[in-house]
C-alpha cells in the first residue's frame, strides 16, 4: 500500500485536476468529499476522454470537479487496510482497475494499492510458486 496518497477533492477545479495529472506519473487519483471521505476516483483514461469530448469546449479549467465527473449512485471499488493482497490483486483484474483506494470504516482514504505495488509485493517476496 501506498502512502501518504494523493486526491482531490469535489471542490477542486478541473484545471487543478489537470495540472495535477500533468505533475505526477499516477493513474488513479481518489476524489474525497468535503468530510474526507472517498466519493469517486478519476483516471487519466477519463481525463482523456473528457478532453477528447464536445463536452470539454464548454467546460473551462473554473469548472468545478463534482460538475465534470459523477459521484450519485455510483459506487467506488476500494478495499479496508486488512485485506488480503491477493483479493485486492483479483479485484484489479476482474474490474480492469488501475489501484484499489484502501478506506478505514468511516470511508476515509488511509492508502492505495496500485498495480505497481502488487508487483513490488509479489518481486519482494519469493519464491514464488503460484502459476496461472
Not at 488501475?98 to 519469493?126: F, M, Q, W, Y
Request: include cysteine; aromatic fraction near 6%; glycine fraction near 4%.
Amino acid at each position: 500500500m501506498s502512502q501518504p496518497v494523493v486526491s482531490v477533492q469535489l471542490s477542486d477545479t478541473w484545471g487543478y485536476v489537470l495540472e495535477l495529472f500533468e505533475q505526477v506519473h499516477y493513474q488513479v487519483v481518489p476524489v474525497l468529499d468535503n468530510k474526507g471521505q472517498l466519493v469517486s476516483v478519476i483516471s487519466r483514461q477519463q481525463i482523456y476522454a473528457k478532453l477528447l469530448s464536445q463536452s470539454s469546449v464548454q467546460m473551462g479549467r473554473d469548472t468545478s470537479l463534482s460538475s465534470v465527473i459523477q459521484t450519485r449512485g455510483k459506487s467506488v471499488v476500494s478495499a479496508d487496510p486488512v485485506t488480503d493482497v491477493r483479493r485486492v490483486a483479483k479485484a484489479l483484474v476482474m474490474y480492469s482497475l488501475d489501484a484499489i483506494p484502501i478506506v478505514d470504516a468511516e470511508h476515509r482514504l488511509v492508502g492505495i494499492v496500485s498495480r505497481t505495488d502488487i508487483l513490488r509485493c509479489v518481486t519482494a517476496n519469493p519464491p514464488l510458486s503460484m502459476w496461472c
